[in-house]
């Protein structure tokens, strides 16, 4: 039973890791993780906001008796609600280097170009075997094009890729116009693997105090089968490594992640609710699936139900679209 995966340039025991989020900020946790399986790590995400306010209270502090503008300060969320600082985070890829034996993923979230020039080198110089770029970014300007919203997107792609020479994968959302246009461009930009998809996190109002409230839910099964869409049809068709993040809470949901055409499957919420065992509990599952269905490698499972095997994905789709709507009984 080979479960060897090749992802970032990074020869991975199996395609099964934990993704981006809080556990990786606590070295017990990591070394947990570790202990259960884990063949990398990525990091919890440094946000572009934390640099800014950096720079702008260095810059305040030189230019102070010429330029004070406090109410700026006050859209960027306070320092104490950030788990690890930009001089905290660099000390923290070193210290996770030194306690573990598997690679880390750096993350960076952000979609200003200017925001990501000099950072990105320092966290390669700090030790990061690869680093995930997070394009996080909900616009709300009726004057942005979609065309305008991604070319600032590439543009910070583009300046990650010329600070490092460290692979680099871009988590991207579910809602772009054409995720296959966008991810090929990826490609030729340098990018060496896609994420599919980010999170975007939506508020919620509160009736009774007449205010917004930013809410956190853990993803459940509901958002699986966008992303095995969209592996799916990527699968074949790009250069780009794909890795599927997010929905994933049993074995199950990793094996058709992989017949989708993933490289590696994403998990955080099931190991936030279960602990770290419940990623030995997903690679076992996955192993003993493979053995009954005769399999093995992931390689040979890897892209089976992928619309490449499919000579018409579009109508495939739309036939499949039409068929589910006439099949509804009221």
Same mark, same amino acid.
């Given at each position: ?15 099964? &890791? ?43 502090? *030189? ?13 960027? #969320?306070?320092?104490?609600? =950030? ?5 905290? =985070? ?11 034996? &598997? #690679? ?8 200003? #170009? ?7 080198? !320092? ?15 909900? #616009? ?31 988590? !991207? ?61 990527? =699968? ?35 190991? !936030? ?8 509990? *997903? ?6 699936? *493979? ?29 499949? =679209?039409?068929?589910? !709507? ?5």
């Amino acid at each position: 039973m080979n479960l060897t995966t090749k992802y970032l340039g990074l020869e991975l025991a199996h395609p099964v &890791i934990p993704g981006a989020g809080p556990f990786s900020a606590d070295l017990d946790k990591a070394r947990q993780l570790e202990d259960a399986g884990a063949p990398c790590l990525v990091m919890n995400s440094l946000f572009e906001e934390q640099l800014v306010r950096e720079q702008r209270a260095s810059f305040s502090a *030189m230019e102070e008796p010429s330029f004070s503008a406090p109410e700026a300060m006050t859209y960027l #969320p306070e320092p104490e609600d =950030y788990r690890l600082g930009p001089d905290d =985070y660099l000390d923290h890829i070193r210290n996770l280097k030194e306690a573990l034996s &598997i #690679p880390v993923i750096a993350s960076v979230n952000g979609i200003s #170009p200017d925001g990501w020039r000099e950072y990105p080198k !320092l966290i390669a110089e700090a030790g990061a075997d690869a680093l995930e770029v997070n394009l996080y970014h909900v #616009p709300s300007d009726p004057a942005d094009s979609s065309a305008a919203v991604e070319e600032r997107l590439l543009d910070a792609v583009v300046s990650v890729r010329k600070a490092v020479d460290i692979p680099i994968a871009v988590k !991207l959302s579910p809602f772009l116009t054409s995720p296959p246009h966008f991810i090929n461009r990826l490609e030729q930009v340098g990018a060496n693997a896609a994420v599919l998809f980010n999170r975007f996190y939506q508020p919620d109002i509160d009736i009774e105090e007449l205010k917004t409230v930013m809410t956190l839910r853990l993803s459940d099964a509901g958002g699986l089968n966008i992303r095995l869409r969209w592996l799916a049809i990527m =699968y074949g068709r790009t250069g780009l490594e794909l890795s599927h993040s997010g929905c994933v809470h049993s074995s199950e949901d990793v094996i058709k992640s992989l017949m989708a055409g993933a490289t590696t499957v994403q998990t955080v919420a099931a190991l !936030l609710k279960s602990g770290p065992g419940k990623l030995r509990e *997903m690679i076992d599952g996955v192993k003993t699936w *493979m053995e009954e269905h005769e399999y093995s490698s992931v390689d040979e499972l890897r892209g089976s139900m992928s619309h490449r095997n499919c000579p018409d994905p579009e109508a495939l789709e739309r036939g499949n =679209y039409a068929m589910i !709507l006439s099949s509804w009984q009221a």
